[in-house]
């Protein structure tokens, strides 16, 4: 069985950073595509953040480039996203997500065949 989990969220001020961890178990996705989500309150899901299987190719979503960096450990099977310079339009539930058969990075949900519970970051101002 297939799980991802999801760590690291917290409160933090605005200006703060956080870095979330999302541990794979089950397969390995060493040469799949792997990416992040959020999801505010009354808001539908977003993309944030995808990577290809390589980790060569990373693919950001407008409002958090030059502030947010994925990268993976596939030794860990482990997929990160670091938080910089936070603000508290980031608060948000945020999800890992992994795909099965993409390589490449994409910010299109219905690529994604695996998902997380998600872990809470909260921005303060």
């Known amino acids: 069985q297939v799980q991802l989990v999801e760590s690291g969220g917290g409160l933090v001020q605005a200006g703060g950073s956080l870095k979330l961890s999302c541990v794979a178990s089950?397969?390995?996705?060493?040469?799949?595509?792997m990416g992040w989500f959020r999801q505010a309150p009354g808001k539908e899901r977003e993309f944030v953040a995808s990577?290809?299987?390589?980790?060569?190719?990373?693919y950001y979503e407008d409002l958090v480039k030059g502030r947010f960096t994925i990268s993976r450990d596939d030794a860990k099977n482990t997929v990160y996203l670091e938080m910089n310079s936070l603000k508290p339009e980031d608060t948000a539930v945020y999800y890992c997500?992994?795909?099965?058969?993409?390589?490449?990075?994409?910010?299109?949900?219905?690529?994604?065949?695996?998902w997380g519970q998600g872990t809470q970051v909260t921005v303060s101002s």
């Open positions: 990577i290809s299987w390589s980790g060569g190719r990373t």
């Open positions: 089950g397969r390995t996705f060493s040469r799949n595509a």
């Open positions: 997500a992994a795909s099965r058969y993409a390589t490449a990075p994409s910010s299109r949900d219905a690529v994604y065949d695996y």
